[in-house]
């Protein structure tokens, strides 16, 4: 089974960076993507931005195109999101999940929450 532990978040002012982590363990590791998820308050969870595990192509909302970077160090079974010229509105929960084969996201973390100030 496939623990997920994410880390990094915090408070920071708009425009602002954060650099958030989740590190993948169990006793063998594999799978098919990494995404970052997020939820606000009273929203839905939204897809923020996902990478294959092998390959390491990307996908990101459009909300967060060209502000957040996605990447992955398979060596540390680690999955980033480096978030840059922050905003009120990427207020949220932020959670990591792993999809083993393609079909879903299956696992998740705990999640580490993000505010953004104006």
């Known amino acids: 089974q496939v623990q997920l532990v994410e880390s990094g978040g915090g408070l920071v002012q708009a425009g602002g960076s954060l650099r958030l982590s989740c590190a993948a363990s169990?006793?063998?590791?594999?799978?098919?993507?990494m995404g970052w998820f997020r939820q606000a308050v009273g929203k839905g969870r939204e897809l923020v931005a996902q990478?294959?595990?092998?390959?390491?192509?990307?996908h990101y909302a459009d909300s967060v195109k060209g502000r957040f970077t996605i990447s992955r160090d398979k060596t540390k079974n680690t999955v980033y999101l480096q978030m840059d010229s922050l905003k009120p509105e990427d207020t949220a929960m932020y959670y990591c999940?792993?999809?083993?084969?393609?079909?879903?996201?299956?696992?998740w973390g705990q999640g580490t929450q993000v505010t953004v100030s104006s």
């Open positions: 169990g006793r063998t590791f594999s799978t098919y993507a």
């Open positions: 990478i294959s595990w092998l390959a390491g192509y990307t």
């Open positions: 999940a792993s999809d083993p084969t393609g079909a879903e996201f299956d696992a």
